[in-house]
């Protein structure tokens, strides 16, 4: 059987120009999160199949990459269901490791915790752009924290991190889930059925205000309520005024609390920020993650056409571990996508110094070349770029890649 160069579908190469964007972009992640106060820490890219298939993540459980019991555990020939076979799973995003991380480590983590973390995860999904099956994922949580000051501090340490990285004109859509269940109960709809109407709801922008009616009315769904509750979206507003006109048009169905929260994060947010984004309350929000239970917000580009980060509270999670509700929210930057956004704009990284490339003759005698080392190891102490490498008969080609790679300057030895 020939052996395949290309990598596994939904699986990418990644060449050092990307390589290069990614560091940067991390290291501003880092920079940025930790001046707020975030933690760095690091989970394992497998957990328990119990903890993955919990219906907290939603359509994600469908998308699992198991892993097989290993050794004498695995007997494939008496296996009778799944369970027989499979014990562990690649994580597919990092909210439940981190739950099960806090769970596991509480007792000597402060509260409120502030946690950073950064690693790849995993879904069977469909690859599409800007979207593989294995990908980066860079979070920030803060557990422990039950008012809005969480929210707030997220999204204003995931707003500088976008303005370091030159992004403007964006939006942080925010909506509560305790709002999209009022809005559901005002109009008559049982809540057996919320998550069906949700997922049509989040259609809205593909398929509009008759698109959702036409897919609710084919879900049996009474004309009535559908009248109902459309009309809600009709006459609401992306602005402070329409949480205001939900909040006297739900009555008893909305509480204080969800109101006067959205209302605080949003105008909070606007004064404390900067100029390069906008804030508005979307009340088509869905976001599809079952674990969220309060405030949910997205980040959209129009130069993306879609979501390049999102969040929300979740603060029922934990509890599932220990059995104890902690309070937690958190927010995720679309990594892969930022990356993808910054080359397709001709992002180049910052200079971080001079690089030169030492050109060594091959006729070079042993104590010729010992003296080129020492030279770049003299060099690299005064904190330069050197690389040595062999001279190739094609100088001017030779040069040219290197010139590609971001060397200035090269420096040619030859023989005494």
């Known amino acids: 059987m020939a052996l395949k160069k290309k990598p596994v579908t939904g699986m990418k190469d990644i060449l050092p120009k990307e390589m290069a964007i990614r560091e940067y972009v991390q290291a501003q992640i880092r920079e940025t999160y930790k001046s707020f106060g975030f933690s760095s820490i690091e989970t394992p890219c497998?957990?328990?199949?119990?903890?993955?298939?919990?219906?907290?993540?939603?359509?994600?459980?469908?998308?699992?990459?198991?892993?097989?019991?290993?050794?004498?555990?695995?007997?494939?020939?008496?296996?009778?269901?799944?369970?027989?076979?499979?014990?562990?799973?690649?994580?597919?995003?990092?909210?439940?490791?981190?739950?099960?991380?806090?769970?596991?480590?509480?007792s000597v983590l402060s509260q409120p915790f502030k946690a950073l973390q950064m690693g790849n995860v995993w879904r069977a999904d469909r690859p599409q752009r800007g979207r593989f099956r294995q990908f980066m994922q860079c979070d920030i949580d803060i557990l422990g924290e039950a008012s809005v000051l969480a929210e707030i501090d997220l999204i204003l340490a995931m707003t500088t991190l976008l303005g370091k990285l030159g992004f403007k004109n964006y939006s942080i859509r925010i909506?509560?889930?305790?709002?999209?269940?009022?809005?559901?109960?005002?109009?008559?709809?049982?809540?057996?059925?919320?998550?069906?109407?949700?997922?049509?709801?989040?259609?809205?922008?593909?398929?509009?205000?008759?698109?959702?009616?036409?897919?609710?009315?084919?879900?049996?769904?009474?004309?009535?309520?559908?009248?109902?509750?459309?009309?809600?979206?009709e006459e609401v507003t992306n602005d402070l005024s329409g949480i205001s006109y939900l909040k006297g048009k739900l009555?008893?169905?909305?509480?204080?609390?969800?109101?006067?929260?959205?209302?605080?994060?949003?105008?909070?947010?606007?004064?404390?920020?900067?100029?390069?984004?906008?804030?508005?309350?979307?009340?088509?929000?869905?976001?599809?993650?079952?674990?969220?239970?309060?405030?949910?917000?997205?980040?959209?580009?129009?130069?993306?056409?879609?979501?390049?980060?999102?969040?929300g509270r979740y603060d029922e999670m934990i509890g599932k571990f220990t059995g104890m509700d902690i309070p937690a929210c958190g927010f995720s930057v679309g990594f892969e996508r930022i990356v993808m956004l910054l080359m397709e704009s001709g992002f180049e990284v910052p200079d971080e110094g001079e690089k030169i490339a030492y050109l060594a003759d091959k006729k070079l005698s042993k104590d010729e070349l010992l003296e080129v080392l020492k030279l770049a190891s003299k060099e690299r102490a005064n904190g330069k770029c050197i690389s040595v490498v062999t001279m190739n008969k094609n100088k001017k080609f030779q040069k040219q890649q290197l010139s590609e790679a971001g060397y200035t300057e090269f420096k040619e030895f030859f023989p005494q």
Do not use: C, W
Not at 76 to 88: C, H, M, P, T
Not at 90 to 96: A, F, N
Not at 253 to 271: A, H, K, N, P, R
């Open 251 to 311: 009555g008893d169905f909305l509480s204080q609390e969800v109101s006067t929260g959205l209302e605080t994060i949003i105008s909070s947010v606007l004064d404390a920020g900067n100029e390069n984004f906008n804030i508005i309350f979307d009340p088509t929000l869905v976001r599809g993650m079952s674990y969220y239970t309060g405030p949910i917000f997205e980040i959209s580009m129009d130069e993306f056409g879609g979501s390049v980060g999102g969040g």
């Open 46 to 106: 497998v957990e328990h199949i119990e903890n993955l298939s919990s219906k907290q993540g939603g359509e994600n459980e469908k998308l699992i990459f198991k892993i097989l019991k290993r050794g004498e555990k695995l007997k494939i020939d008496e296996a009778k269901s799944q369970e027989d076979l499979v014990d562990g799973g690649l994580r597919y995003d990092l909210t439940l490791p981190l739950s099960r991380y806090f769970s596991n480590n509480s």
């Open 175 to 233: 909506n509560d889930r305790r709002m999209l269940k009022a809005m559901a109960s005002y109009s008559g709809f049982s809540a057996d059925i919320f998550d069906t109407v949700f997922i049509i709801l989040d259609k809205m922008d593909k398929i509009g205000l008759e698109g959702v009616r036409k897919e609710l009315l084919e879900e049996g769904i009474e004309e009535e309520k559908i009248d109902k509750y459309l009309a809600l979206y």
